[in-house]
């Protein structure tokens, strides 16, 4: 844990990771399938390598997309509604 990208990409995770677990012990929801989850994941490993690789930027548009899709596909705010 040595670039800010590696916290980065860790939040996200975290986050991505703590609603899998919220969701999985909720009742089955309709189109919510464990699948979903993966390109997120994907984003996070992306946001680091590419971070750890010196593209500041491009690091920063991945994790903007990967929330981007988290919040778009996944839909972690309709739990406060």
Same mark, same amino acid.
């Given at each position: 844990?040595? %670039? @800010? +990208?590696? #916290?980065?990409?860790?939040?996200?995770?975290?986050?991505l990771? =703590?609603?899998?677990?919220h @969701? %999985?012990?909720?009742?089955? @929801?309709?189109?919510?399938? *464990?699948?979903k +989850?993966? *390109?997120?994941?994907?984003?996070?490993?992306?946001?680091?390598?590419?971070?750890?690789? &010196?593209?500041?930027?491009?690091? #920063? =548009?991945?994790?903007?997309?990967?929330?981007g +899709?988290?919040? #778009?596909? =996944?839909? *972690?705010? &309709?739990?406060? @509604?």
């Open positions: 844990m040595h %670039s @800010r +990208y590696d #916290w980065l990409s860790l939040a996200i995770f975290v986050g990771s =703590l609603l899998f677990l @969701r %999985s012990l909720d009742e089955a @929801r309709q189109g919510d399938h *464990p699948i +989850y993966i *390109p997120a994941a994907f984003g996070c490993i992306a946001t680091d390598f590419v971070g750890n690789a &010196e593209q500041s930027f491009l690091a #920063w =548009l991945i994790a903007a997309v990967t929330v +899709y988290i919040v #778009w596909v =996944l839909k *972690p705010l &309709e739990f406060f @509604r």
